[in-house]
């Protein structure tokens, strides 16, 4: 079955630098965007990019540009979020989300268990 | 981009029927039918309820209808149940090619 797994939690200082891996399986994983979600505690949901694993192409929310990185490696069927100069405001659940079956690009059917990252000094 | 908006709370008994809005520009929700809503227990992912602005994935109850006006996107569920108590965020796609989600909105089954 279609599966999403993310890394564990982390706790970072502000100013560091955050890298989220999520690792899929059950589905030739060139063939469908990947999109990233946070959540910070008790709030909504805010995306933050997409990355086409075919080829690399990514595209980002202006509020995290200049700060966020999505890359992938088509070796391992993962993809990863980094997010750097990490203030605690970045304190949230961060998710990957994939667009699978439906022929909707910006539908999410399949989550990842999510990634909690606190920045705390 | 601004949020897409909804109201922060809604309530209803059981076996009623609730109504959820989403309200956006004509730079997203009046301007494609890529509107999504998805429902999120505490401490849990979200889960898809409804995809282009009215269809149902396979598993979502036919209690749970979407629907479109204008700039305004609704989700209702009716014949309300207590495991519906969760909160509910819709999403659109936008003329800028990206996301926008809605503030989310907290359902009540009294």
Not at chain 1, 66 to 76: L, P
Request: charged share 15%.
């Amino acid at each position: 079955q279609v599966q999403l797994v993310q890394s564990g939690a982390e706790v970072k200082k502000p100013g560091a630098s955050v890298k989220v891996s999520c690792k899929a399986s059950g589905y030739t994983f060139t063939s469908y965007y990947m999109h990233w979600v946070r959540q910070a505690p008790g709030q909504g949901l805010e995306w933050m990019g997409i990355i086409n694993p075919s080829g690399g192409s990514t595209s980002y929310a202006q509020k995290f540009q200049g700060r966020v990185t999505m890359t992938r490696d088509t070796s391992t069927s993962t993809v990863y979020m980094e997010l750097s100069s990490l203030r605690s405001e970045d304190t949230a659940v961060y998710y990957c989300a994939l667009p699978y079956d439906y022929g909707d690009c910006w539908a999410f059917d399949i989550w990842g268990q999510g990634t909690m990252v606190t920045v705390s000094s | 981009q601004s949020a897409l908006t909804q109201p922060a709370s809604v309530s209803g008994s059981p076996g009623q029927s609730i109504t959820i809005s989403c309200t956006g520009t004509s730079s997203d929700v009046g301007g494609y039918n890529y509107v999504s809503w998805y429902q999120q227990h505490p401490g849990k992912a979200p889960k898809l309820m409804i995809y282009d602005v009215s269809n149902r994935p396979s598993g979502v109850s036919n209690r749970f209808s979407g629907s479109k006006s204008g700039n305004t996107a609704s989700l209702t569920i009716s014949g309300l149940q207590a495991e519906d108590e969760a909160d509910y965020y819709c999403s659109s796609y936008t003329s800028s090619s990206i996301v926008v989600f809605g503030g989310g909105t907290k359902l009540t089954v009294l």
